[in-house]
């Protein structure tokens, strides 16, 4: 059987996941609570990180290294940077950049520690084919690269800065933690959030309109994904 995690880094992004699929064992192992469902023959174990690299980078280590998984995902929401964005869309991560570190210019690091901190992460290709086949007739589906910070980004210059430096769709403060983590593991990993603002002076007014019903739509767009690809709808299993 595959097992498959799933990490959020906020509860609501989560709620859809349990929603749908029950918990059948709850497990307590230092500051997470780690929940395993059944979808099908694939074996779920989800959890809520907390917000923030540190955390999310702990949390998956601790979820891989406890779990042995199979596929690692990453759900929630996050801010958009194209000024076309409006509503709700998902993003789908192709690639992963920290935005607030630079490169220690160190060399001779054959694990990719320390340069690894300012280092672009790829998403498995495989997942990504999938995702595209499953979602072939969404019309609300970007994929691209995100940039991570542990700050919050609502500044329009600040925006179009990270958007015109990076080539970047989307910004929020954990996934290229959780890719790093993931590579470093040889895990193949997926980013898929929707975006629930602008990341600018009216971020506040837009998460209050979008916010937790982003949070829904991402993840219920993981579950119908992963349910199509267990059931052979979303490419090669």
């Known amino acids: 059987m595959k097992r498959v995690g799933i990490i959020a880094a906020w509860e609501p992004e989560m709620l859809g996941v349990r929603r749908r699929l029950p918990s059948v064992e709850h497990i307590a192992i230092g500051g997470w609570a780690f929940d395993l469902h059944r979808l099908g023959n694939m074996e779920i174990v989800s959890v809520v990180s907390g917000v923030g690299k540190v955390l999310c980078a702990s949390c998956t280590q601790l979820l891989i290294s406890r779990f042995s998984l199979d596929e690692m995902y990453m759900t929630g929401i996050c801010g958009g940077l194209r000024d076309e964005w409006a509503g709700i869309e998902i993003a789908v991560f192709e690639r992963a950049l920290q935005h607030d570190v630079e490169s220690p210019g160190i060399h001779g690091d054959p694990f990719n520690l320390y340069k690894g901190r300012s280092s672009f992460y790829e998403s498995d290709p495989g ?8 979602s072939a007739t969404m019309i609300r589906t970007r994929l691209g ?46 980013g898929l959030k929707a975006v629930s603002d602008c ?39």
């Open 127 to 134: 997942l990504l084919d999938r995702f595209r086949d499953f």
């Open 145 to 190: 690269l995100v940039v991570s910070g542990d700050q919050r980004i609502r500044n329009a210059k600040r925006r179009d800065f990270l958007r015109q430096e990076f080539g970047a769709i989307a910004v929020d403060q954990e996934f290229a933690a959780f890719a790093h983590v993931c590579t470093l593991n040889r895990v193949p990993f997926m």
């Open 199 to 237: 990341a600018d002076e009216h971020t506040e007014q837009y998460q209050k309109l979008h916010k937790l019903k982003a949070c829904d739509v991402a993840s219920n767009t993981l579950i119908d994904f992963l349910d199509a690809v267990q059931r052979g709808e979303g490419g090669d299993c």
